[in-house]
């Protein structure tokens, strides 16, 4: 039996590959964008690259094509998504050849579905949701708690402090130029090191650059006493998973950063939790680096049921088939 992996990058994707012990099991590719763990995820797997259509509109009509040509060639008996708007048409050409769907909304969906999670969980065989609130919202779905499985532990080693904006493909130049204030102000006296992205400010008082390979991204974490990062949950958990005081600033609908606000719910969420120091507008950041020099994030065991569901699901289908 063939596994089809599609999602976007990000928090997407790497919510995808905590399904390795599950997808391991059985011939499968990855369907995704071009980004440093796809990449990683390419030296040792078949990974099949997808435009990211937020900037050119037309790549949503090539992506079609796309995928159509990837379904063709491997044939999946099942198409599984962690969700990102660039894995709907294999979700839809794999419904349409009576293949099974299974959907996993994102991990960073609070409160309310994504419209992709409102799309799919339409016709998906299994629907999955990460928080109880949603299944107000998508009442088939199923309950499975987080798709990770950390130990949030604390460390004090490292230094300095470690700006990352993750693989989002819009800029964030509130943050880079109230980063840039506070250094001129001397509020900020540790050395910055960021990853921008694509920005339209271009930061003049710390060392920055616009992406960093997967292996690089992990030790540049490991390496920061503080952490800044947007509210993306892929970025908070590699925070969390190395134990690491983490600042997370959430992208705003009404500064066009995001097209809602679930960065403001996760960062929230993760706030409550006493896991982060979250941030929603840059005017708060300063009294966050201040809080930073003290704050210990909890330490907890996040671990959900998601595995033995979806791991449960294929087994019974795979029973059927043979």
């Not at 596994?3 to 976007?8: D, N, P, T, V």
């Not at 078949?46 to 491997?74: G, Q």
């Not at 969700?83 to 991990?107: A, P, Q, W």
């Not at 949030?152 to 840039?180: A, C, M, N, Y």
Request: with cysteine; proline share 3%; charged share 30%.
């Amino acid at each position: 039996m063939k596994l089809g992996l599609a999602c976007s990058s990000g928090g997407h994707l790497n919510q995808m590959d905590q399904l390795d012990s599950v997808y391991s099991k059985y011939e499968y590719f990855f369907y995704t964008m071009d980004s440093g763990l796809a990449r990683t995820l390419a030296k040792e797997h078949r990974v099949y690259f997808v435009k990211d259509p937020k900037r050119k509109p037309i790549l949503n009509f090539l992506n079609l094509f796309r995928s159509l040509s990837v379904f063709l060639k491997e044939l999946p008996d099942v198409v599984i998504s962690t969700g990102g708007g660039v894995s709907l048409s294999l979700c839809i050409i794999g419904k349409m050849t009576s293949r099974k769907v299974i959907y996993i909304e994102t991990f960073s969906r609070v409160l309310k579905p994504s419209l992709m999670g409102k799309i799919v969980s339409r016709f998906a065989d299994l629907t999955i949701v990460q928080w109880e609130e949603l299944k107000r919202y998508l009442p088939k779905s199923v309950y499975g708690g987080p798709i990770y499985k950390i130990v949030v532990k604390q460390s004090s080693e490292g230094e300095g402090i470690f700006v990352t904006v993750g693989t989002h493909p819009g800029s964030f130049d509130r943050l880079f130029k109230k980063l840039d204030e506070l250094v001129e102000r001397g509020v900020i006296k540790e050395k910055i090191f960021a990853q921008v992205g694509k920005p339209n400010y271009i930061p003049k008082n710390f060392e920055w650059v616009k992406d960093l390979r997967f292996e690089e991204f992990q030790e540049r974490i490991k390496n920061a006493k503080v952490v800044i990062t947007h509210a993306g949950v892929g970025s908070i958990l590699n925070c969390l998973e190395l134990g690491k005081v983490c600042i997370a600033v959430a992208r705003l609908k009404k500064h066009n950063e995001v097209i809602d606000d679930h960065q403001m719910e996760i960062a929230e969420a993760f706030g409550k939790m006493g896991l982060i120091i979250p941030v929603i507008e840059v005017e708060e950041l300063e009294n966050a680096l201040e809080k930073a020099k003290s704050f210990k994030p909890r330490e907890m065991k996040i671990e959900g049921n998601v595995q033995k569901i979806v791991e449960d699901y294929l087994s019974k289908l795979r029973m059927i088939k043979t």
